[in-house]
């Protein structure tokens, strides 16, 4: 977790290690980054909250920005249940293994809260000048999070897919691909690789479960869970 003071400094704190929680309340903006581990199929959110009932019970009064990707319907009902609590959803979107680059450089910036708030965080977010601000209600951010997860899942369980019926069809996986990520609707060539193997890492697939479970089930992302589970039953 960072909290931030505009006209200080940055200060940090986690619950391994030594910190100091006084400092955090003397903050205009605390930013909050902790897990939310898959759990049966949802998105276990207790350590978010427990963020929150902290610096509720602190009676913290500044900006509180959840970066966490959250369970759909988490910030409404966790607006409704701390209402001193200013809570600003801004997810992240980014690479496991560039995180860092991907945090100093963000290709968005999605923000959802009460107007006033808002502002506050555009301001905190200023130094990326060239991503897009996107701001919209809680749950189509909350949303908006897992739907871009699942589709990197449905993009790589395609290429697998393909993959696997080139071999069938004793044809050149990588020709083919070459084929499709020349088309100017696809653009980019991410996950449409083959030889990759599995989608996996920690967020994609329970983010695509949430997305799943949250509507009550998708035949279509079953199907992308079931290609992937093959692929990974032919990489090992």
């Known amino acids: 977790m960072l ?40 998105l276990d959110c207790s350590a978010v909250r427990d963020v929150i009932q902290r610096l509720d019970d602190s009676n913290y009064r500044g900006v509180v920005v ?40 963000p290709d968005r910036v999605v923000i959802s809260g ?50 696997r019926i080139c071999g069938i069809l004793q044809a050149n996986p990588d020709d083919v691909m070459s084929v499709i990520h020349a088309d100017r609707r696809v653009r980019s060539k991410e996950h449409l690789k083959p030889g990759l193997g599995p989608y996996g890492g920690r967020c994609i697939p329970k983010d695509t479960k949430e997305l799943m479970n949250a509507a009550g089930g998708s035949a279509f992302f079953e199907a992308v869970e079931k290609v992937n589970a093959d692929t990974e039953a032919r990489y090992q």
């Open 114 to 163: 009460n107007p006033e708030d808002v502002d506050v965080v555009r301001h905190v977010f200023e130094f990326a000048e060239d991503a897009p601000v996107l701001i919209m209600d809680h749950r189509s951010a909350e949303v908006a999070k897992l739907a871009h997860n699942a589709f990197i899942a449905s993009k790589v369980s395609f290429t697998n897919e393909i993959e």
């Open 3 to 42: 909290s931030y003071l505009f006209k200080d400094s940055v200060v940090g704190y986690d619950i391994v290690g030594d910190y100091d929680w006084a400092p955090i309340l003397e903050t205009d903006v605390v930013i909050v980054c902790v897990p939310t581990p898959g759990k049966d199929g949802r």
């Open 66 to 105: 959840i970066k966490s990707t959250l369970r759909v319907g988490f910030m409404d009902k966790t607006t409704q249940e701390f209402p001193n609590q200013r809570l600003v959803y801004c997810p992240e979107f980014l690479r496991e293994k560039s995180r860092l680059q991907w945090a100093a450089c």
